[in-house]
């Protein structure tokens, strides 16, 4: 279910957002569409353990372990790439994926298919601008991903719009105050504390989860 007002055209898998001359919204994603398949490469032998200073199996054991429980939910993933979530989420789930990339996202597509998903949509779509309904979702996540969003209170308002109440997010980002490395890490890094405030602000409860993995945080956020 979508927002009243939102135009969607399907191609090859993707829903994208059209205007009402069905002209398609396309954006400018940070790893050019050609060099899509080089992502899941560059993630494990570069940016985990060069920029992150953490592992690729702890950081899908740590998720694992928390999405353990959820089967059969309505889930919503802001940020898709490739769909890494196939490794830590079970496929019951009714999953629906977003991002910039539309590259990323034909491969998440194809990564959903094999790994035995029966329902699913992807969405090419800002995380600032959710085409979706209000209360359509039981579980949100955000991996590696906030740090690239324009502005995060406003990603968290309309978070808080399309999950139910109870509702979860669960979230792993970089944080400043455990990049002891001092790695450049592109976009805008927030304190665990400042992602705390962000989320008492829009009703959700912060809760930590337990984890050391470099310099990514893991949360989870309990809509009140
Ligand atoms: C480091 S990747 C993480 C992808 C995936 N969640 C994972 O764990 O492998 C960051 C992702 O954020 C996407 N992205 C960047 N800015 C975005 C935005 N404003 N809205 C939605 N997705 C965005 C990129 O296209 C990319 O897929």
């Not at 429980?69 to 989420?89: C, H, I, P, Q, Y």
């Not at 977003?98 to 990564?111: T, W, Y």
């Not at 029966?118 to 601008?129: L, M, N, R, S």
Request: charged share 30%; net charge positive; hydrophobic share 40%.
């Amino acid at each position: 279910m979508l927002k009243d007002g939102i135009r969607i055209v399907e191609k090859k898998g993707l829903c994208y957002i059209a205007d009402n001359r069905n002209k398609i919204k396309r954006f400018k994603p940070w790893l050019g569409d050609s060099f899509s398949f080089l992502y899941d490469r560059i993630m494990q032998k570069s940016i985990f353990p060069k920029k992150f200073g953490g592992d690729m199996g702890k950081h899908i054991d740590i998720l694992q372990k928390e999405l353990k429980d959820v089967r059969g939910k309505n889930v919503l993933e802001l940020a898709t790439g490739s769909g890494s979530a196939v490794d830590f989420l079970h496929n019951s789930n009714h999953f629906t994926g977003s991002d910039i990339s539309e590259g990323l996202l034909r491969q998440a597509v194809k990564n959903f298919r094999d790994a035995g998903f029966k329902e699913t949509k992807f969405y090419v779509t800002g995380a600032e601008e959710l085409p979706f309904a209000d209360n359509m979702f039981d579980v949100c996540l955000c991996i590696l991903s906030l740090n690239f969003f324009s502005d995060a209170e406003t990603v968290f308002k309309d978070i808080r719009r399309v999950l139910n109440t109870g509702g979860i997010f669960i979230c792993s980002v970089p944080v400043p105050e455990k990049n002891k490395r001092e790695s450049t890490i592109r976009g805008r890094l927030h304190s665990e504390q400042e992602l705390k405030n962000i989320c008492v602000n829009n009703d959700f409860k912060y809760e930590g989860i337990n984890a050391e993995n470099g310099v990514l945080l893991y949360f989870r956020a309990v809509l009140q």
